[in-house]
């Protein structure tokens, strides 16, 4: 199987895959999955917060990868995919500081705290948000703020790093990751759907960089076939 028929399958195995990871993931989540003693049904925001954050870490990753790509290349192809991994790191942070907020009001008894991870994560949110910004106000093939715009979003991507670390480094309301040190105190059952849900909601954010990624590729060759016209 060569590169070609490999990447031709975005359209034929991904979205099928997608729906299938999604689904089964939902009723895991909200039926098979046991309730936790203490917090209750509450608990199961779990299933899309922890995958949401990890979902914006990989997409906020690949932004950094396509960006210094772009500089050394100066092919716009990467400049295209970094666009698009943005966007998508954005849905999928908002998304976590919302079932955060969720599951923090019952719990924590507030929507909102000043900890320290969720205002490093709310600073992710802003630092990718004036990325696009940037990138989205001036032409396609600006070459200047691309570039300018790939060395932001490089150093913008060191906030990942210190939102992970900040449990460790500060006092915080959130406790130590879950999943990295295997908890004894958490159910297999819990463990297990966590696992899967990861898993499918990065599928999910595959899949749209996929077809974010397209859509930047197509906006750039209109550009080149009006530039010829002209």
């Given at each position: 199987?060569?590169?070609?028929?490999?990447?031709?399958?975005?359209?034929?195995?991904?979205?099928?895959?997608?729906?299938?990871?999604?689904?089964?993931?939902?009723?895991?989540?909200?039926?098979?999955?046991?309730?936790?003693?203490?917090?209750?049904?509450?608990?199961?925001?779990?299933?899309?917060?922890?995958?949401?954050?990890?979902?914006?870490?990989?997409?906020?990753?690949?932004?950094?990868?396509?960006?210094?790509?772009?500089l050394i290349t100066r092919?716009?192809?990467?400049?295209?995919?970094?666009?698009?991994?943005?966007?998508?790191?954005?849905?999928?942070?908002?998304?976590?500081?919302?079932?955060?907020?969720?599951?923090?009001?019952?719990?924590?008894?507030?929507?909102?705290?000043?900890?320290?991870?969720?205002?490093?994560?709310?600073?992710?949110?802003?630092?990718?948000a004036a990325y696009l910004?940037?990138?989205?106000?001036?032409?396609?093939?600006?070459?200047?703020?691309?570039?300018?715009?790939?060395?932001?979003?490089?150093?913008?991507?060191?906030?990942?790093?210190?939102?992970?670390?900040?449990?460790?480094?500060?006092?915080?309301?959130?406790?130590?990751?879950?999943?990295?040190?295997?908890?004894?105190?958490?159910?297999?059952?819990?463990?297990?759907?966590?696992?899967?849900?990861?898993?499918?909601?990065?599928?999910?954010?595959?899949?749209?960089?996929?077809?974010?990624?397209?859509?930047?590729?197509?906006?750039?060759?209109?550009?080149?076939?009006?530039?010829?016209?002209?």
């Amino acid at each position: 199987m060569n590169l070609n028929t490999l990447y031709n399958l975005r359209w034929t195995v991904l979205p099928p895959v997608v729906g299938v990871a999604i689904t089964v993931m939902a009723g895991l989540a909200l039926v098979s999955a046991p309730t936790e003693v203490v917090e209750g049904d509450v608990q199961r925001l779990l299933y899309v917060h922890l995958p949401s954050a990890l979902a914006s870490y990989l997409s906020f990753g690949i932004t950094a990868v396509c960006s210094a790509l772009f500089l050394i290349t100066r092919d716009f192809k990467w400049d295209a995919g970094a666009q698009a991994a943005a966007l998508v790191g954005l849905i999928f942070t908002a998304l976590t500081l919302i079932t955060g907020a969720l599951w923090g009001r019952p719990i924590w008894g507030v929507y909102w705290q000043w900890d320290p991870r969720i205002t490093t994560t709310l600073i992710l949110f802003l630092i990718f948000a004036a990325y696009l910004v940037a990138r989205k106000s001036s032409e396609l093939d600006n070459e200047r703020v691309a570039r300018f715009c790939s060395v932001y979003a490089i150093i913008g991507f060191l906030d990942v790093p210190l939102i992970h670390m900040s449990v460790r480094w500060w006092r915080t309301l959130h406790p130590q990751p879950i999943v990295s040190r295997l908890d004894p105190a958490l159910p297999t059952e819990m463990l297990l759907v966590t696992l899967f849900s990861v898993a499918a909601v990065l599928l999910v954010a595959v899949w749209f960089i996929v077809l974010g990624v397209e859509t930047e590729l197509l906006s750039q060759r209109l550009l080149k076939i009006k530039g010829r016209v002209r």
